[in-house]
């Protein structure tokens, strides 16, 4: 007898290991409630969403749905009114020094206006991000130079932002959301300022990374070109996920 | 390592230009500032840092070297009998009117000694023999009182309080805070010239004999001299210095030039910075996002400000000593030593990271979240 319950309990450790090594993002019955004046408006009313390996996921929904909120609970820069949230399989606390040990490690983002540092060129700015992740010398030199070939801007490291097309920021950006390994890619709007070729290409290779990479996704757009990539379309809406469907 | 700092600084080259100006500003102002002033100071003191008195014996409540009283020459042989005293002589340090060739009148200070020779003064001699002063009306003068004075030669003549000397040598560097140029003649013959020192003396220059403790010699004196005041020469000049930097008001005077300096330059470096924190505002909420700090972010302003502070200093520094021949030529001496230069260096550092914590509360109330803002 104990010998039959010894071995359903390794079974069902494996089946949670399993689980876990698939699924990189969880957000489970996740509420947050902002105070405005005498006012308290919930713009999350118990959202659910999990995310696995290599897994496009999009977020879709008009403004004020609570999408941006949402991205930002999951990138662990918001903490939650309540609910819980796993990041590569490690339950998040509300600490702020926790909170950024998880952005560090697990976590890149990519943002609507790229939010690139100016002052340093393509491959200082991955560098940097490396650095502030704790990598430092010839190894953040590296890896930075390894993700800007992996977004096909071997030939541009040295440039500017400002001497870098809209589409080739936003690929120095995925290099250095991808940057130090993180398991999750965060993307906001990440093709609103680009045209239509540019912007199917960007999402092509988010695309081609996520699967290559073994990342897991989560887009939050209104780019209706972004369902041709995604593994799942999510809607919010009122802060509650309103269509979860398969793509 | 990428500096986000540095790179940000050279980025916006104006700023970083406006920020170096007003840190090199604030340090020439307070370098060329007090070091004029403690170029002046020098002068307060320098007869008795250059002569090899060990104790000066004043009348009771002189205020510094240039303004004696005076006192019975006698005492001297009291302080001679006081055990480690190897030498103790009488000086008188007057002021007394001299006549210039052109009939106009003016205010020297006479220093009489008997014997020049054994207390170094004048230490820096041009040309004549100090030791020749007893054998007749003979003076020397120094040549900085060519400016007041105008043009002296050697053998020429001058009236002092109606009395004909002749010009017997030229000293250089003796010099006076009150700016009466200073001229050196035989003990006697200046008692002579005026009443109120006749039989007097104003000061008692003491040696200390080898082995013996300056202090304890000085107190010995004191017990036998209830009527003096007894100083050893590092005492002697502090009081000296003092008068002139309390009483006159320079001290004050100076300190709020220092004051100044450091204001424009925490102004300048605090508003320049608090601007950049501001207009950079969403690359701080980006290193936030991406995992960063407040420390991280106060690094990076922290490095700004020294890299502003070291810039500056060394433009600062560099200005204040190109400055000095030209001030040389005015007849302004700056004095910079290495302490008074590693002092500013450092205030200087301290300024710009004070500045810099000004905009730490800007930043530290950065929210991550506002990267997702369009």
């Given at each position: 007898?104990n010998?039959?319950?010894?071995?359903?309990?390794?079974?069902?450790?494996?089946?949670?290991?399993?689980?876990?090594?698939?699924?990189?993002?969880?957000?489970?019955?996740?509420?947050?409630?902002?105070?405005?004046?005498?006012?308290?408006?919930?713009?999350?009313?118990?959202?659910?969403?999990?995310v696995d390996?290599?897994?496009?996921?999009a977020?879709?929904?008009?403004?004020?749905s609570?999408?941006?909120?949402?991205?930002?609970?999951m990138?662990?820069?918001l903490?939650?009114?309540?609910?819980?949230?796993?990041?590569?399989?490690?339950?998040?606390?509300?600490?702020?020094?926790?909170?950024?040990?998880?952005?560090?490690?697990?976590?890149?983002?990519?943002?609507?206006?790229?939010?690139?540092?100016?002052?340093?060129?393509?491959?200082?700015?991955?560098?940097?991000?490396?650095?502030?992740?704790?990598?430092?010398?010839?190894?953040?030199?590296?890896?930075?130079?390894?993700?800007?070939?992996?977004?096909?801007?071997?030939?541009?490291?040295?440039?500017?932002?400002?001497?870098?097309?809209?589409?080739?920021?936003?690929?120095?950006?995925?290099a250095?959301?991808?940057?130090?390994?993180?398991?999750?890619?965060?993307?906001?709007?990440?093709?609103?300022?680009?045209?239509?070729?540019?912007?199917?290409?960007?999402?092509?290779?988010?695309?081609?990374?996520?699967k290559?990479?073994?990342?897991?996704?989560?887009?939050?757009?209104?780019?209706p070109?972004?369902?041709?990539?995604?593994?799942r379309?999510v809607?919010?809406?009122?802060?509650?996920?309103?269509?979860?469907?398969?793509? | 390592?990428?500096?986000?700092?540095?790179?940000n600084?050279?980025?916006?080259?104006?700023?970083?230009?406006?920020t170096?100006a007003?840190?090199?500003?604030?340090?020439?102002?307070?370098?060329?500032?007090?070091?004029?002033f403690?170029?002046?100071?020098?002068?307060?003191t320098?007869?008795?840092?250059?002569?090899?008195?060990?104790?000066?014996?004043?009348?009771?409540?002189?205020p510094?070297?240039?303004?004696a009283?005076?006192?019975?020459?006698?005492?001297?042989?009291?302080?001679?009998?006081?055990?480690?005293?190897?030498?103790?002589?009488?000086?008188?340090?007057?002021?007394?009117?001299?006549?210039?060739?052109?009939?106009?009148?003016?205010?020297?200070?006479?220093?009489?000694?008997?014997?020049?020779s054994?207390?170094?003064?004048?230490?820096?001699?041009?040309?004549?023999?100090?030791?020749?002063?007893?054998?007749g009306?003979?003076?020397?003068?120094?040549?900085?009182?060519?400016?007041r004075?105008?043009?002296?030669?050697?053998?020429?003549?001058r009236?002092?309080?109606?009395?004909?000397?002749?010009i017997?040598?030229?000293?250089?560097?003796?010099?006076?805070?009150?700016?009466?140029?200073?001229v050196?003649?035989?003990?006697?013959?200046?008692?002579?010239?005026?009443?109120?020192?006749h039989?007097?003396?104003s000061?008692?220059?003491?040696?200390?004999?080898?082995?013996?403790?300056?202090?304890?010699?000085?107190?010995?004196?004191?017990a036998?001299?209830p009527y003096?005041?007894?100083?050893?020469r590092?005492?002697?000049?502090?009081?000296?210095?003092?008068?002139?930097?309390?009483?006159?008001?320079?001290?004050?005077?100076?300190?709020?030039?220092?004051?100044?300096?450091?204001?424009?330059?925490?102004?300048?470096?605090?508003?320049?910075?608090?601007?950049?924190?501001?207009e950079?505002?969403?690359?701080?909420?980006?290193?936030?996002?991406?995992?960063?700090?407040?420390?991280?972010?106060?690094?990076i302003?922290?490095?700004?400000?020294?890299?502003?502070?070291?810039?500056?200093?060394?433009?600062?520094?560099?200005?204040?000593?190109?400055?000095?021949?030209?001030?040389?030529?005015?007849?302004l001496?700056?004095?910079?030593?290495?302490?008074?230069a590693?002092?500013?260096?450092?205030?200087?550092?301290?300024?710009?990271?004070g500045?810099?914590?000004?905009?730490?509360?800007?930043?530290?109330?950065?929210?991550?979240?506002?990267?997702?803002?369009?």
């Amino acid at each position: 007898m104990n010998a039959m319950l010894a071995c359903c309990d390794r079974d069902a450790e494996r089946e949670r290991d399993a689980t876990s090594l698939r699924e990189v993002l969880a957000v489970e019955d996740v509420r947050k409630t902002f105070v405005e004046g005498s006012q308290k408006v919930e713009v999350l009313r118990g959202v659910s969403l999990a995310v696995d390996q290599g897994e496009v996921v999009a977020l879709e929904g008009p403004s004020g749905s609570g999408k941006t909120t949402l991205l930002s609970i999951m990138g662990c820069i918001l903490t939650p009114s309540a609910g819980r949230i796993r990041v590569a399989g490690r339950e998040v606390s509300g600490d702020e020094s926790a909170l950024r040990d998880v952005r560090k490690r697990s976590i890149g983002f990519v943002f609507q206006q790229y939010n690139l540092f100016p002052a340093l060129t393509a491959q200082e700015n991955v560098e940097y991000a490396l650095n502030v992740k704790g990598v430092r010398g010839r190894g953040a030199a590296a890896e930075a130079a390894r993700v800007l070939e992996l977004v096909g801007l071997g030939d541009r490291k040295r440039f500017l932002p400002r001497d870098l097309s809209g589409g080739q920021k936003q690929r120095v950006a995925i290099a250095r959301a991808l940057a130090g390994a993180p398991e999750v890619l965060l993307a906001d709007e990440p093709t609103a300022n680009l045209d239509t070729a540019v912007g199917t290409q960007i999402l092509e290779l988010f695309q081609k990374l996520a699967k290559d990479e073994n990342k897991g996704l989560v887009i939050v757009t209104h780019d209706p070109k972004v369902r041709n990539v995604a593994d799942r379309v999510v809607g919010i809406r009122d802060g509650r996920l309103s269509n979860p469907q398969e793509h | 390592m990428v500096s986000l700092a540095r790179k940000n600084l050279l980025h916006d080259r104006l700023r970083f230009v406006i920020t170096v100006a007003g840190v090199a500003f604030a340090v020439t102002l307070v370098l060329v500032q007090v070091g004029l002033f403690l170029g002046l100071l020098g002068k307060a003191t320098v007869t008795i840092e250059n002569s090899s008195a060990d104790i000066w014996v004043t009348s009771r409540e002189t205020p510094n070297v240039d303004f004696a009283h005076s006192f019975p020459e006698t005492t001297v042989l009291r302080v001679r009998g006081v055990a480690g005293v190897e030498r103790a002589d009488n000086a008188i340090v007057q002021f007394m009117n001299i006549m210039l060739p052109s009939g106009a009148e003016e205010g020297c200070l006479v220093y009489g000694l008997e014997d020049f020779s054994s207390w170094n003064l004048p230490w820096d001699v041009e040309s004549g023999d100090p030791t020749e002063l007893r054998r007749g009306d003979f003076i020397l003068m120094d040549r900085s009182a060519e400016r007041r004075f105008g043009p002296f030669a050697v053998g020429e003549y001058r009236e002092i309080l109606g009395h004909r000397f002749k010009i017997i040598g030229a000293t250089r560097q003796a010099a006076s805070f009150t700016t009466a140029p200073v001229v050196f003649m035989d003990f006697r013959r200046a008692q002579g010239l005026q009443q109120t020192v006749h039989n007097k003396t104003s000061y008692i220059l003491v040696k200390v004999a080898p082995g013996h403790d300056k202090a304890q010699v000085a107190a010995r004196i004191r017990a036998v001299t209830p009527y003096n005041d007894v100083y050893t020469r590092e005492e002697w000049a502090a009081r000296s210095r003092n008068y002139w930097v309390v009483s006159t008001g320079l001290g004050m005077n100076m300190g709020i030039t220092v004051f100044l300096g450091i204001l424009v330059g925490i102004v300048v470096v605090a508003q320049t910075l608090y601007t950049s924190a501001v207009e950079h505002v969403k690359e701080f909420g980006t290193v936030k996002a991406i995992g960063g700090s407040n420390w991280d972010i106060y690094k990076i302003l922290g490095e700004q400000a020294l890299i502003a502070a070291v810039v500056g200093y060394t433009i600062g520094a560099a200005m204040s000593f190109g400055m000095r021949p030209l001030l040389a030529q005015l007849h302004l001496n700056v004095l910079v030593s290495p302490q008074f230069a590693a002092t500013v260096f450092a205030g200087t550092v301290l300024m710009c990271l004070g500045a810099a914590m000004l905009s730490f509360k800007r930043v530290a109330g950065i929210d991550p979240a506002l990267v997702f803002r369009a």
